[in-house]
């Protein structure tokens, strides 16, 4: 079973500096979507960048761009000028018709 | 559009009481699912749906039911609410299309509390 693992429970960031969240995951298959999620204390899950296994230039998304390495199953979301509007939980998740997620990874912004 | 709307918000069920939970989205996407998040954790698939009369289990489906009659809807029953179904249930959808332009949509989330 495909599996995603986040090995950062908490992270902290000062505003306007540079934050890189990790996620790792495992699979057998070659066809398959990454994604990360944001979620608030509201509760909605907020898609922040999503990324396709066949495409080998890394997706990006204004301050957001992910490194993506097929062969080292790795998965990172870099968030450039961090904001305090980006604090939140932010979930890594792999999707191939049964998507899964981690565990997530608490992020913190210090004005 | 209203996307994806879960009805309701919070309940409260004593062990052993049956209740469904509803799921609406009206972007007609033929891929839906139901999640459960527990604290500290991830969203873990209960179920999914890829279109009408065609649903399949996730990786925690054991306790729940689902049905898909039509496009619209994809509810999910408990049939003898436990304590450790206690948790946060969100629907999803998306198009199941295949192509990178899929996005899932989720619903508000359902806080469920077992007595």
């Known amino acids: 079973a495909q599996t995603v693992t986040q090995s950062q429970p908490e992270m902290s960031v000062q505003e306007a500096e540079t934050v890189t969240l990790s996620c790792t995951y495992d699979t057998s298959e070659s066809d398959y979507y990454l994604f990360w999620y944001k979620q608030p204390p509201s509760r909605q899950m907020i898609l922040v960048i999503r990324q396709e296994a066949y495409k080998q230039q890394n997706a990006t998304e204004n301050r957001f761009s992910v490194n993506f390495q097929k062969a080292a199953k790795s998965f990172s979301l870099k968030i450039s000028d961090s904001q305090l509007g980006d604090a939140a939980m932010y979930f890594c998740a792999y999707d191939n018709n049964d998507m899964r997620f981690g565990a997530g990874t608490r992020l913190t912004v210090k004005p | 559009n209203a996307g994806v709307t879960q009805t309701p918000k919070f309940q409260v069920l004593k062990t052993g009481q049956s209740m469904t939970l509803q799921c609406a989205q009206d972007m007609n996407h033929e891929y839906m699912s139901w999640y459960r998040q527990d604290p500290g954790m991830g969203l873990r698939l209960i179920h999914y749906?890829?279109?009408?009369?065609?649903?399949d289990q996730g990786e925690v489906p054991n306790g729940y039911n689902v049905s898909r009659s039509t496009t619209e809807d994809f509810p999910l029953r408990l049939l003898s609410a436990a304590p450790s179904q206690t948790s946060v249930y969100f629907c999803a959808s998306r198009n199941e299309t295949g192509t990178a332009t899929d996005t899932q949509y989720f619903g508000p989330g359902t806080r469920l509390t077992v007595l």
């Open positions: 749906s890829v279109g009408a009369g065609i649903t």
